[in-house]
């Protein structure tokens, strides 16, 4: 009973769960609104990687000057 658990939830408002809901009927494509929110979150975190790579290169660019 002491082992963390693999997942967590997290709590978004209805009417995002209800459109969320509405695209998965409409286009067929992900099996469950758990599965869209994973694969919202993954692409929103390989965007802000990729800012703050943009970022760093910049900081690295400043000091060489």
């Known amino acids: ?9 997290v709590s978004f408002p209805k009417e995002m769960v209800e459109a969320v809901r ?12 758990s599965a869209f929110a994973r694969e919202a979150v993954l692409e929103k975190i390989r965007r ?10 910049k900081e690295e660019g400043k000091d060489d000057a």
């Open 48 to 57: 802000e990687k990729d800012v703050l790579k943009e970022l760093s290169k």
């Open 22 to 33: 509405d695209l998965i009927e409409e286009l067929k494509y992900w099996p469950s609104a």
């Open 1 to 9: 009973m002491g082992e963390n658990p693999k997942y967590t939830s």
